[in-house]
C-alpha cells in the first residue's frame, strides 16, 4: 500500500538546523512532484516547499525563502526538506505530499518545534 513516512523532526534551538526525510512506497515515486506542508496549532496548513518529479524545477513559500531546500533522490524514493536558520515561528508539524493530477498522497507528519 502506499505509505509516505517523515522522521528527522525534533526540538531544536532558533538559528539551528534540521534534515526532514519523507520516504515513499507503493507507488512510482519518480513521476510525483512532492511537497512539504506544515501546520501549526489554530492554523492552516500551508505550502513550505514543492519540487517537480525530476527534481529540476523548485517552489518555496516567501517565508522561508533562502532558508529552505528541497531535494529528492529518486534512486532512494525519498524527499527531503533541509532547514536552517530556523525561528519560533517555524515550529509545526510538518507533512510531505505527493501529487501527480488529482491523485494526492499525505504522510502522518513529524513535529518541529523550534525554542529556547
Known sequence: ????????????????????????????FSIYAMSWYRQAPGRERELVA??????GSTNYADSVKGRFTISRDNAKNTVYLRMNSLKPEDTAVYYCKAALSTINYWGQGTQVTVSS
Not at 7 to 22: A, F, K, W
Not at 50 to 55: H, L, M, P, V
Open 1 to 28: 500500500q502506499v505509505q509516505l513516512v517523515e522522521s528527522g523532526g525534533g526540538l531544536v534551538q532558533p538559528g539551528g538546523s534540521l534534515r526532514l526525510s519523507c520516504a515513499a512506497s507503493g507507488f512510482t
Open 50 to 55: 514543492a519540487i517537480t518529479s525530476a527534481g
